[in-house]
């Protein structure tokens, strides 16, 4: 398979994963009082599905097996999301943050509004790192890896601060998030987070020059673009461009996603 082909699978499913579970989740912000639970229900039968397709895949190195293995994770992931957009799975904590809450007490309201989610985050981490070490492919772990990462990056700049914040997209059930987020200068963990996702992407593109294998070449062409991804996904945290419209146009309009900035997706 030509390794172009393998990119734009890897950016084509980024797009409609991400654009289902907008969608999802906007009519369900327009729906009864159990819509939200009720889709993250509907929607198990998916996460298992993407939790089998992780443990058959793993247990040898083909091109199918390599495909079937990052869809897979990202429906595990995109379970995990939707889980948590729908406020079903996120933390203790949810009242927005007090004005003029500082230091490690806002840092500590902050985890608690979005512990449960961090904590299944992890344990799903650990679950795909069972199943696949020592296994033939282990595209399944890299994959939720470069989310895993890019995700808790992108949280913590939320927090800390960076010039551009787009609420559009934030569900009503997590409408008290907002207040924990910052928008101002950039901080350490901006840089931080955009070199290494960015050496983590240059990593596996040096890997498809040296592939030994067709399965290789697939795999190593997917990480690098997700990680290429979610390399150019905080820097529209900081550069004004109107990435919500790869959205927008699918989604039913609500008037409760208004937002002054328009030029990051969370």
């Known amino acids: 398979m030509s390794p172009w082909l393998a990119a734009f699978i890897a950016v084509f499913s980024w797009w409609f994963f991400t654009g289902i579970i907008l969608l999802v989740v906007r009519r369900a912000d327009g729906g009864d009082a159990v ?8 929607a198990v ?4 599905l993407g939790a089998a397709a992780i443990v058959v895949s793993a247990q040898e190195l083909t091109v199918a ?3 079937i293995a990052f869809l897979g994770t990202l429906m595990v992931w995109g379970w995990i999301e939707l889980a948590f957009l729908a406020g079903v799975i996120t933390g203790p904590e949810r009242r927005p943050c007090p004005p003029g809450l500082r230091g490690g007490d806002r840092f500590r309201r902050a985890w608690r509004t979005v512990s449960y989610h961090e904590l ?3 344990f799903a981490l650990l679950a795909i790192l069972t199943i696949t070490r020592g296994a033939d492919n282990t595209v ?7 989310l895993f990462v890019a995700r808790i990056s992108a949280k913590l700049n939320l927090y800390f601060g960076v010039p551009r914040i787009n609420t559009e997209f934030v569900p009503r059930p997590l409408a008290h998030l907002k207040s924990y987020f910052r928008q101002g200068p950039i901080t350490m963990a901006f840089p ?4 290494f996702l960015s050496i983590t992407a240059a990593c596996f593109a040096e890997r498809i020059v040296s592939a030994p294998s067709p ?6 062409t997917l990480l690098t673009a997700l990680a290429a991804l979610a390399t150019l996904e905080h820097w529209l945290m900081v550069v004004p461009l109107p990435d ?7 989604l039913p309009d609500s008037p409760a996603y208004q937002a002054k900035d328009k030029t990051h997706e969370l």
């Open 244 to 250: 919500a419209k790869l959205w927008r146009w699918m």
């Open 192 to 195: 931080i987070g955009v070199t």
């Open 35 to 42: 819509a939200h639970g009720r889709n993250v229900f509907l």
């Open 140 to 146: 399944a772990f890299w994959t939720y890896l470069i």
């Open 45 to 48: 039968p998916l996460l298992a």
């Open 215 to 220: 399965e290789a070449l697939v795999g190593f």
């Open 65 to 67: 097996n390599v495909h």
């Open 120 to 122: 299944l985050l992890l």
